[in-house]
């Protein structure tokens, strides 16, 4: 939100919006999707309904494409799902975390780099479709603005 005011303060407007997790929420503010204040009660509500996933899950880093991981968890298929793609060579799983311990393994005996988040719930993952009732009526009184650019998921 910082970066975002100071861009704003020297002219520079958004033309396209859109993110990944919280800084979704952040990008949502900057295309006036959100008012600071809604965005600050989105950002402690999603935060307060995730502690329920709490120690249920996790998430692993994963030095390869998108598809090799994919093809990597495949025998963990309902455990463990591609959570985001940060690059190219960069894919984050999440799961549970007996299923995220043995594709770690797996990767560290082929020399494939793998790391732990420091997280204990499965971010971006099926587990977090438990939680999608009680999370829209924590936000149900946050009202949605009409965008001032493109919004994107991607």
């Not at 919280?22 to 309904?49: F, N, P």
């Not at 495949?74 to 799902?81: F, H, K, L, T, Y």
């Not at 940060?86 to 780099?113: D, K, Q």
């Amino acid at each position: 939100m910082s970066l975002a005011s100071v861009w704003q303060a020297a002219g520079v407007q958004p033309g396209r919006g859109g993110r990944h997790s919280q800084g979704e929420i952040a990008a949502a503010v900057v295309a006036g999707i959100l008012s600071l204040e809604d965005a600050a009660k989105v950002v402690a509500l999603r935060s307060r309904a995730l502690t329920a996933l709490s120690g249920r899950g996790g998430m692993l880093s994963v030095a390869e494409s998108a598809d090799a991981v994919r093809e990597r968890i495949e025998p963990w298929a309902g455990q463990v799902s591609v959570a985001a793609v940060n690059g190219p060579g960069a894919t984050v799983v999440s799961g549970t975390p007996e299923a995220l311990a043995e594709i770690e393994a797996g990767c560290g005996r082929e020399g494939v780099r793998a790391r732990l988040l420091p997280v204990d719930y499965a971010s971006h993952g099926p587990q977090v479709d438990e939680l999608q009732e009680e999370i829209l009526r924590l936000l149900a009184g946050i009202a949605r603005g009409r965008p001032r650019c493109r919004w994107s998921r991607r």
